[in-house]
């Protein structure tokens, strides 16, 4: 019989590629990975690795494969089964985008942890794209997302409708400049937007020629945070969800609201057939209350 924690190991090893780095992860120390991965070779009579340098073989390749998947369904058999014993303790995974644990989810934390002192929040920030891989794999119980794409094996409700907007200074002037037929390279337009990879960009790129602006430059960033601090430093013209533009962020730089972008959604996944806990509902039902402020989300200037 192989040990799940022997699998477990080998799982993490063969995606670390280090002894080292894979006793970190788990909290172990670098010769009981060894005795791991010892065990398991000698409980399936084959070599499962080589090490100099690091590979699986085509055995460990091939274990690997049934490892993931085992592993996999553990984690959302345990899920179920927290769920069924109404979950009153061990840990819930919450995954969500950076801006919206800090504007959607800190009130609704705090309720959680006062409601329900045992069970221990976890939070992946992450991208919309990542919060929906970690819930379709076991390793979040809940996700928070835009966009949801129909096609995964997952199930999407809907918190949120949500526009575009964009801040920052010089829209009205180049866009203005665009419709006379006149180009100024000293007073070139940049957008500041998050990176190609990302979900928001695949929303949004198909609209930007609804801006109606002369050529311009792309300048990238990795948060929503981040596209808020350059435009108001005045290096260009962000454009983001309504709900990042918070009242309590005071920002300065004007904002548009962009009624021409098609509109997306806001909401959460869970797997298909997951059976929700009653803390899950809970906290469910506390973001909605967050969401319905109004002082919350959707609060951007037109």
Not at 242 to 249: E, M, Q
């Amino acid at each position: 019989m192989l040990d799940i924690h022997w699998l477990n190991t080998f799982v993490t090893l063969a995606r670390l590629q280090h002894f080292g780095q894979t006793a970190t992860e788990l909290h172990m120390t670098q010769p009981n990975v060894s005795l791991h991965l010892k065990n398991l070779e000698q409980a399936t009579r084959v070599k499962l690795i080589e090490r100099s340098p690091f590979r699986l073989t085509q055995a460990g390749e091939r274990l690997l494969q049934s490892a993931e998947r085992a592993i996999a369904e553990l984690q959302l058999c345990q899920s179920d089964l927290n769920a069924l014993n109404q979950h009153s303790q061990g840990t819930l995974a919450i995954a969500a985008s950076d801006i919206l644990s800090r504007l959607l989810l800190i009130q609704p934390f705090q309720r959680f942890k006062q409601a329900f002192p045992g069970i221990d929040l976890t939070l992946f920030n992450t991208t919309s794209d990542q919060a929906a891989e970690l819930v379709k794999t076991g390793r979040a119980d809940l996700g928070f997302v835009m966009a949801q794409k129909r096609s995964e094996p997952l199930s999407y409700t809907e918190l949120q409708q949500v526009t575009w907007c964009t801040l920052g200074h010089g829209l009205a002037r180049w866009q203005a400049r665009h419709k006379a037929g006149e180009s100024d390279p000293l007073d070139e337009p940049t957008l500041i937007l998050l990176g190609h990879d990302t979900r928001t960009r695949a929303l949004i790129d198909p609209s930007l020629p609804l801006l109606g602006l002369p050529p311009c430059r792309i300048m990238e960033v990795g948060s929503v945070d981040a596209q808020l601090d350059w435009a108001e430093a005045g290096f260009g013209v962000a454009i983001v969800p309504d709900f990042s533009l918070h009242p309590r962020l005071k920002l300065g730089a004007p904002v548009t609201r962009l009624t021409d972008f098609p509109a997306t959604s806001l909401g959460y996944v869970v797997r298909q057939n997951q059976v929700l806990s009653r803390a899950i509902k809970q906290l469910l039902h506390w973001v909605e209350e967050e969401i319905q402020r109004p002082d919350q989300l959707s609060s951007a200037k037109s």
